[in-house]
């Protein structure tokens, strides 16, 4: 609980109205949420416009607004500010008692890899004994508990609730996924980020984003606002990475697999079906490790993750350990064996570089036949589909397009879009219904094949036309092998 007052702290105010010095019990900026001692938040949304439910919280009883637009509402606290999206985070810094000032925060951005490298740094930051939470696309890990996620990163609001229950916990950092969406609409603004690290930046989220100059420009965003002595660790394979650097303020740390200038190199890797071996060059010589992570792709993550750890000075024996104790990332190259045979592979690839570099690595156990499995979401950049296909053309010897999370579009014309891409159809099933089609292609597997099924990786759900129905890859291939044992 806290006064108006200071929850809006040296924050430039257009005009206030009514006591501020009222205390509210919390702030909330879903109209649904609102209690008659709380605060409400009217906030411009991509599909709706708080605003418009000020009237209707009022009748419920709320009597403390914060809007840009002053309401005609009488016997009520109301703040006005030039843009409440903007403010929200430092609003809900000031409630949350600075709680972020506590813990040491490293955000990882990226249009591949960031779960992966997210969940490795955890594990590294959990030996050091650096007490880390986690913030991902899959899960919000506080202590013990952890939570199915929303979103990659939570509005502002959420992520400084989700800081000070950290730091009531008992956690001493953060390891946290850093989206384009949630830098482009503030939500990490103000967020002292001791390192921030860049994976890569390929084709997605043009929907939102219009141009991959914007995307990049979003993503660049996390390394601008670092401070000297803060950590900008980017992979040189990448061309925006020297972008980046440019402008940063934070101390340069690179990964690459040949760049003589890179802080942390690769030397040499050998790749098993259960995992692979690695050797990187540092500042401080060799550093050998094993992983249960498989692809050639996956090495990119574990040396993002390496030199984010030796960024922050962590000893060689934590960053090791913590690697070769990870045994899997939820929704990431998770793989079950067939007693007939044949293996699939379950993985959140939804982008064209992600899945181009997916099927790449399957190729490179050679199987005798790759079969991929996919969609993609309704309501999400199309500029992307018809590439997906080509890719899944170029790269498997049998494409079954099927049912993503179509939303509130039309399934069918989404799957006509990834099929443009493709010129031979004769290696093409298209089977909408996604239970059918990943049966299907276990039914039609043969031994030593390889199956993909790629784009909802953790997911347990499909979205059609804003309703979420229960459906998990996982489930549905775990069943269907049962049978066969």
Request: overall charge neutral.
């Amino acid at each position: 609980m806290k006064r108006i007052s200071e929850i809006m702290g040296d924050l430039p105010v257009i005009s206030a109205r009514g006591d501020l010095s009222t205390i509210v019990r919390d702030i909330q900026y879903d109209s649904r949420k609102v209690a008659k001692e709380d605060i409400f938040i009217a906030i411009r949304g991509l599909r709706q416009d708080g605003h418009r439910f000020i009237q209707q919280v009022y009748e419920r009883g709320c009597r403390a607004f914060i809007v840009e637009e002053m309401p005609a509402i009488e016997g009520a606290v109301i703040v006005q500010v030039k843009d409440t999206r903007r403010w929200l985070p430092f609003i809900a810094r000031n409630f949350y008692e600075n709680a972020v000032e506590e813990l040491k925060i490293v955000g990882i951005t990226g249009t591949n890899g960031k779960t992966t490298t997210a969940y490795l740094l955890h594990s590294i930051l959990r030996e050091a004994s650096w007490k880390p939470g986690l913030i991902s696309t899959v899960e919000t890990v506080i202590g013990e508990q952890r939570t199915p996620s929303e979103r990659t990163t939570p509005e502002s609001l959420d992520l400084h609730r989700t800081f000070y229950d950290m730091h009531r916990q008992g956690h001493k950092s953060v390891v946290m996924e850093v989206s384009s969406h949630a830098l482009a609409l503030h939500r990490t603004d103000g967020v002292p980020f001791r390192a921030a690290v860049f994976t890569n930046l390929g084709h997605d989220h043009l929907d939102f984003h219009k141009t991959m100059e914007k995307y990049f420009l979003a993503k660049k965003k996390l390394f601008d606002n670092l401070q000297e002595n803060d950590r900008a660790v980017v992979n040189l394979d990448d061309p925006y990475s020297r972008r980046i650097l440019q402008s940063s303020k934070g101390d340069a740390f690179t990964y690459s697999f040949s760049d003589p200038e890179a802080t942390v190199r690769l030397k040499s890797y050998q790749l098993l079906s259960e995992g692979m071996f690695v050797t990187l060059a540092t500042p401080s010589g060799e550093m050998f490790f094993s992983s249960a992570l498989v692809g050639r792709f996956n090495i990119y993550n574990l040396m993002a993750a390496a030199t984010a750890a030796i960024s922050l000075g962590l000893l060689e024996e934590y960053i090791t350990r913590g690697i070769e104790k990870l045994r899997r990332v939820p929704g990431r190259s998770e793989k079950y064996l067939s007693a007939r045979g044949y293996r699939v592979y379950i993985d959140y690839a939804h982008s064209p570089d992600a899945l181009q570099r997916m099927l790449e690595a399957l190729l490179e156990f050679k199987p005798p036949r790759l079969t991929v499995v996919f969609g993609c979401g309704g309501e999400r950049d199309a500029e992307k589909r018809p590439r997906m296909g080509k890719i899944a053309e170029d790269y498997a010897d049998r494409v079954i397009l099927t049912n993503d999370n179509p939303r509130g579009e039309d399934p069918e014309k989404i799957l006509e879009q990834i099929q443009s891409g493709i010129y031979d159809r004769a290696k093409v099933q298209v089977i909408p219904d996604r239970r059918a089609a990943i049966e299907t292609a276990l039914k039609q597997a043969r031994k030593n094949e390889i199956i993909l099924i790629a784009g909802k990786g953790h997911e347990t759900y499909q979205e059609f036309a804003g309703k979420k129905v229960h459906f998990d890859d996982h489930e549905v291939v775990k069943q269907f092998l049962a049978k066969e044992a």
